[in-house]
């Protein structure tokens, strides 16, 4: 269904949310690895195991469904989609009751819309009704990959990043595919910066068509989502966003160095610092938190309470 979004004041940033898996993983649902062990085409050995888990994600992928990525999702997505616990349902609650102009999820699943409104459902068509575009007559990978969102009443249009589970082949996953993500955003960009240019000359009000609009113009909240450096796309992104956008980025970002072994501990807090660094390079707030415990749902409880200061 076409939808129009409302305009933005380029004198002022839209309150944007990307949020990732990490709420997911607070209650047990399925990690990356997970996933790509569920999409493997047969079985591998201990040894190999350990070998394709030393690869970025995106390279994992490829092994593991004998680069046959698209078929492996047809035949397996929709047995990630499960039902919400309660609690579960309560955490995503504290992120959507917060007032956004714009939702971004990395997650190819429906936590986010069935918190929101829970007749949400995406194994019949009654997630259809919900499903909006801002462009009619673009290409069916560029329509699912940057003018698709879906719009539950009272609430900020959510954007899957990253596809969905509707319809398996719009789902960046492999190597390929964070490729042409990136081709995508590149070319989309160039258009954004000439509206950005003559909608300022003209002095009138920019009216987004992509969740991309949203990424560059907005302040941007970052929660459960580790920014891994195989989201090459976002890094892209963000990048792109220090050079011709406008707004901020935060990344809340929780570290458990304090619940590893010590012979962990030091190459972990290198890692961490690595991407410290990296944020500071591309302008990025990074706001770590040292945990003391695996208690997750409780941070991102409290990280939710910290940003609706902000709003």
């Not at 698209?70 to 616990?85: C, I, S, V, W």
């Not at 997650?107 to 009619?136: G, H, W």
Request: hydrophobic content about 35%; charged content about 25%; overall charge negative.
């Amino acid at each position: 269904m076409h939808q129009t979004l409302t305009e933005i004041d380029l004198n002022t940033s839209p309150r944007v949310l990307l949020l990732g898996n990490g709420l997911n993983r607070a209650y047990e649902g399925f990690s990356w690895s997970d996933m790509i062990a569920g999409l493997g085409y047969r079985e591998f050995s201990l040894r190999e195991r350990r070998a394709i888990a030393s690869l970025p994600y995106p390279l994992q992928t490829v092994i593991a469904t004998g680069d046959r990525i698209d078929t492996r999702l047809m035949e397996n997505a929709q047995k990630y989609d499960t039902d919400l616990l309660p609690a579960q349902q309560a955490l995503f609650q504290c992120f959507t009751d917060l007032p956004w102009d714009a939702v971004l999820t990395t997650n190819y699943t429906f936590e986010i819309e069935k918190a929101i409104d829970p007749s949400f459902n995406c194994r019949t068509k009654a997630y259809l009704p919900f499903q909006m575009r801002t462009v009619d007559d673009a290409s069916e990978e560029d329509a699912y990959a940057l003018y698709q969102y879906y719009k539950m009443e009272d609430a900020a249009p959510i954007w899957h990043i990253h596809g969905d589970l509707t319809q398996p082949d719009s789902m960046i996953l492999g190597h390929y595919y964070y490729g042409n993500a990136i081709s995508r955003l590149h070319n989309y960009s160039r258009v954004f910066t000439k509206e950005i240019t003559r909608r300022e000359k003209a002095g009138s009000a920019f009216v987004p068509l992509s969740w991309v609009d949203y990424f560059l113009l907005g302040d941007v909240y970052i929660v459960g989502l580790g920014m891994d450096y195989s989201e090459s796309d976002l890094w892209w992104l963000v990048n792109c966003k220090k050079i011709f956008g406008r707004g901020s980025i935060r990344l809340y970002y929780a570290t458990d160095e304090k619940l590893k072994r010590p012979v962990e501990r030091i190459s972990y807090m290198r890692k961490c610092l690595a991407k410290q660094l990296l944020c500071e390079a591309y302008a990025v707030e990074y706001i770590p938190e040292s945990l003391e415990s695996s208690d997750y749902a409780d941070y991102y409880r409290r990280t939710a309470e910290t940003i609706s200061q902000y709003l």
